[in-house]
Nanobody, 125 residues
Framework: QVQLVESGGGLVQAGGSLRLSCATSGRTISFYAMGWFRQAPGQEREFVAAISRSGTSTIYADSVKGRFTISRDNAKNMVYLQMNSLKPEDTAVYYC??????????????????WGQGTQVTVSS
């Protein structure tokens, strides 16, 4: 089992940057594929980015491709989401998630077993 805690959210102007961090505890995250999801008010939780166990494979939602970068440091049990060129439509609660069953990057929300509590990102226009 693994516990996930997100941090790094906040209020930023459009065009700005934020770096989200996901601190993990419990079992080492090298056993998990990791992902970031987000949920805006009144909307479904949607996929943002995913990374394989080794960190060699990543997948991004089309809406963030070229602007966001997911990375991981298995030695530190950390996962990151670097967000650049932020837009108001990026406003949401961002969640870190862990999938113990896959070695590759995973897009499907239902595949993730463990979730953090989320961190709010607000982008003003």
């Amino acid at each position: 089992q693994v516990q996930l805690v997100e941090s790094g959210g906040g209020l930023v102007q459009a065009g700005g940057s934020l770096r989200l961090s996901c601190a993990t505890s419990g079992r080492t995250i090298s056993f998990y594929a990791m992902g970031w999801f987000r949920q805006a008010p009144g909307q479904e939780r949607e996929f943002v980015a995913a990374i394989s166990r080794s960190g060699t494979s990543t997948i991004y939602a089309d809406s963030v491709k070229g602007r966001f970068t997911i990375s991981r440091d298995n030695a530190k049990n950390m996962v990151y989401l670097q967000m650049n060129s932020l837009k108001p439509e990026d406003t949401a609660v961002y969640y870190c998630a862990a999938d113990p069953s896959a070695s590759t990057a995973v897009v499907v929300r239902a595949e993730y077993r463990y979730w953090g509590q989320g961190t709010q990102v607000t982008v003003s226009s």
